[in-house]
């Protein structure tokens, strides 16, 4: 079992940057990815951006490349997404989660909701 718990979330203009924080318990080792998705209302919720938890290596979806930033800090047990350059379109509930690969995951935090406004 993993208990996640992000934080961060917080109303901003476009253009501005926020970064999400999701500090993990349980089990968490060297084949945990920590993963961010995103889920606007009316939407599919959606793939971000994923971490290893050993060795670091990322993952982004297309649209958040070059702005979004994901890392992990093992001695803390918590990942983070920074978010630069934030768009209206960003807006959305943004989830952590835990797995074992960057697209699969069995664990979830509760959310945390991310407003841009134009």
């Known amino acids: 079992q993993v208990q996640l718990v992000e934080s961060g979330g917080g109303l901003v203009q476009a253009g501005d940057s926020l970064s999400l924080s999701c500090a993990a318990s349980?089990?968490?080792?060297?084949?945990?990815?920590m993963g961010w998705f995103r889920q606007a209302p009316g939407k599919e919720r959606e793939f971000v951006a994923a971490?290893?938890?050993?060795?670091?290596?990322?993952y982004y979806a297309s649209f958040v490349k070059g702005r979004f930033t994901a890392s992990r800090d093992n001695t803390k047990n918590t990942a983070y997404l920074q978010m630069n350059s934030l768009k209206p379109e960003d807006t959305a509930v943004y989830y952590c989660?835990?797995?074992?690969?960057?697209?699969?995951?069995?664990?979830w935090g509760q959310g945390t909701q991310v407003t841009v406004s134009s």
């Open positions: 971490v290893r938890w050993s060795g670091g290596n990322t």
């Open positions: 989660a835990a797995g074992t690969s960057p697209f699969k995951y069995d664990f």
């Open positions: 349980g089990r968490i080792d060297s084949t945990t990815f």
